[in-house]
């Protein structure tokens, strides 16, 4: 079965610095894996995803996720933290491309980003 | 964004009324979901539906039920509401490729 876990619920950043959101998962099959941003009082949008093709994955807003299969790891990387990047982001893993696979869901971090 | 709404986007409501959420969408999709969003438990997922009529449990569905009559529209009904359904609704479509989420339901139980 798939799983997700988020290492760190809350993080803090000062604006400009390096933004890692740190995801691992468990996946008994290659997975695909997603990474999700909710601003405040919003529904969540995507920002990338990694489907089996380019390890390093670029998305919206200058962020980008690199897979690592032998670490188990998704991470998700902004050189330069903007205040405007304060959000909850969430990691997901599909355990395959069908419409019938259901996304499992880490718990989420916080991202807070000080000026 | 893909074409889905849902309604209302706040409501309160009283303990041990019924309540019903509405989901729609525009794109045609399959499969549907309603998840629960809390403080410290992320997305939990509620109900899902994979067709017109054909519907399954989540890991939370004690004290609410779904309905799916259209492909477009997928409801979610608390039958007797209790404070600890206090919580953000969404409903999402989409698969292994990934969700589009809508904007949320933001319910209130007094």
């Known amino acids: 079965a798939q799983s997700v876990t988020q290492l760190g619920s809350h993080v803090s950043v000062s604006e400009g610095a390096l933004v890692l959101l740190r995801c691992n998962y468990s996946?008994?099959?290659?997975?695909?894996l997603f990474w999700y941003v909710q601003y405040p009082n919003q529904g969540l949008q995507l920002l990338l995803k990694?489907?089996?093709?380019a390890t390093l994955v670029k998305g919206i807003n200058g962020f980008e996720a690199e897979f690592k299969k032998s670490e188990t790891s998704f991470h998700l990387t902004k050189p330069s933290a903007h205040m405007s990047d304060a959000a909850e982001y969430f990691c997901a893993v599909s355990d395959g491309a069908g419409n019938n696979r259901k996304l499992i869901w880490g718990l989420g971090t916080s991202l807070a980003v000080n000026p | 964004d893909a074409g889905i709404t849902q309604s209302p986007r706040h409501k309160v409501t009283e303990t041990g009324t019924p309540v019903t959420l509405r989901c729609h969408q525009t794109?045609?999709?399959?499969?549907m979901y309603w998840y629960r969003q809390d403080p410290g438990h992320g997305l939990r997922l509620i109900h899902y539906?994979?067709?017109?009529?054909?519907?399954d449990k989540g890991e939370v569905s004690d004290g609410y039920s779904v309905s799916r009559s259209k492909t477009e529209d997928f409801l979610l009904t608390l039958e007797s509401a209790t404070s600890s359904q206090t919580s953000v609704y969404f409903c999402?479509?989409?698969?292994?490729?990934?969700?589009?989420f809508g904007s949320g339901t933001r319910l209130t139980v007094v």
């Open positions: 794109e045609n999709h399959r499969y």
């Open positions: 990694y489907t089996s093709a």
């Open positions: 999402a479509i989409g698969g292994g490729f990934g969700y589009t």
């Open positions: 539906s994979y067709g017109v009529k054909d519907t």
């Open positions: 996946s008994s099959v290659p997975p695909y």
